[in-house]
């Protein structure tokens, strides 16, 4: 659905679903603007968009960090309990974000159904990441994870979508496979190592967050990104509900202060800050520039995991990093 507004100075905005755009450890997908005139934009919000393009920086920055402060409380208490608390915080922290926006909130009963679809895809994903990050390590399953995102949104975009494949999104796909098996290293690893390593959660992480972003864009025609975001939070925090009751809901309250700090982040300066300001910058500076900022997310979780966690980068989780960015520059890069 496109719809267009106009500004105060008389500038169209085009609003539209970006497939390409796909988030970092708990952020789906959603809505981007047209690029806003420099002029247009330094004169509405009296600062230049270089200070977006920090936010940016920054919000990946963010996304990177949250692995890390995820593999810290991962082994604290049971997944259920981790991933309603995390749920949970995120949701109530949209709330705010969500009283400052100008525009008024739209509703449908379509939305809210790809909402829900969107909140069990969600549940999954987390499941799965806290899983993964029992086993395997933060760096890896950042590379691994963010790196296979938005590969595996293309082909669910074009077996669900029917969007038309170009020769160069196969081949971007193709690059894709070869860098994660380069990072999972397949060739000295048997089938039970491989589970046991967590990086094959680490691939079905990947899937389940494009399953997110595909029911994110269906919403998206009535439902804004943030609107979206706190809904499915909230959702998944009810699906985690029971379970996290039969394993100690309430242990999170005897934990340190440690263990909050890092919960704070994974779920509010992550889940919520860094979302919206990525929402946020993403309309004012197009959808392919807000998109190549995706490269950054793996590097800083190999980066800060190396810094906090001590974790040294296996030359073949660079080497497949690598591969697999180039594999995502491929599919995004405009056309000639």
């Known amino acids: 659905m496109q719809r267009r507004s106009r500004?105060?100075?008389?500038?169209?905005?085009?609003?539209e679903c970006d497939p390409r755009i796909s988030a970092g450890a708990g952020s789906p997908s959603g809505q981007v603007l047209s690029v806003m005139p420099d002029t247009v934009f330094r004169a509405k919000h009296g600062f230049?968009?270089?200070?977006?393009?920090?936010l940016m920086v920054g919000s990946m920055i963010i996304w990177g960090g949250s692995w890390v402060s995820a593999k810290l409380i991962a082994d604290r208490l049971p997944p259920?309990?981790?991933?309603?608390?995390?749920f949970l915080l995120s949701s109530v922290a949209f709330l705010p974000f969500l009283g400052m926006q100008r525009r008024p909130v739209m509703w449908s009963l379509g939305g809210v159904v790809f909402c829900a679809g969107g909140a069990l895809a969600l549940s999954g994903y987390m499941m799965l990441f806290f899983r993964g990050l029992e086993h395997g390590y933060a760096g890896a399953g950042g590379v691994?994870?963010?790196?296979?995102?938005?590969l595996m949104t293309l082909l669910l975009s074009i077996v669900l979508l029917g969007r038309k494949a170009r020769r160069r999104d196969w081949t971007g796909i193709l690059i894709g496979i070869a860098g994660a098996s380069v990072i999972m290293r397949v060739w000295s690893l048997d089938g039970d190592v491989?589970?046991?390593s967590g990086n094959l959660l680490f691939v079905v992480c990947s899937f389940v967050w494009a399953l997110v972003t595909i029911f994110g864009q269906k919403a998206s025609t009535t439902l804004?990104?943030?609107?979206?975001s706190c809904l499915a939070y909230g959702l998944a925090a009810l699906c985690f509900l029971p379970f996290a009751s039969m394993h100690g809901i309430?242990?999170?309250?005897?934990?340190?202060?440690?263990?909050?700090?890092?919960?704070?982040?994974?779920?509010v300066i992550s889940g919520s800050g860094a979302t919206t300001v990525y929402f946020f910058a993403a309309e004012r500076i197009g959808s392919y520039r807000s998109s190549s900022f995706a490269f950054l997310v793996p590097s800083s979780a190999l980066l800060l995991s190396w810094l906090f966690l001590g974790e040294i980068p296996h030359p073949a989780t660079l080497i497949g990093g690598a591969i697999s960015v180039s594999a995502v520059y491929l599919i995004n890069r405009p056309a000639a």
């Open 7 to 15: 500004s105060r100075h008389g500038t169209g905005l085009r609003h």
């Open 48 to 54: 230049s968009p270089f200070v977006f393009l920090l």
């Open 80 to 86: 259920a309990v981790l991933c309603f608390w995390r």
């Open 144 to 150: 691994l994870t963010t790196s296979l995102m938005p």
């Open 194 to 196: 491989l589970v046991r």
């Open 224 to 228: 804004s990104p943030m609107v979206f």
């Open 250 to 267: 309430g242990e999170v309250f005897q934990q340190d202060i440690a263990f909050w700090g890092n919960l704070f982040f994974l779920s």
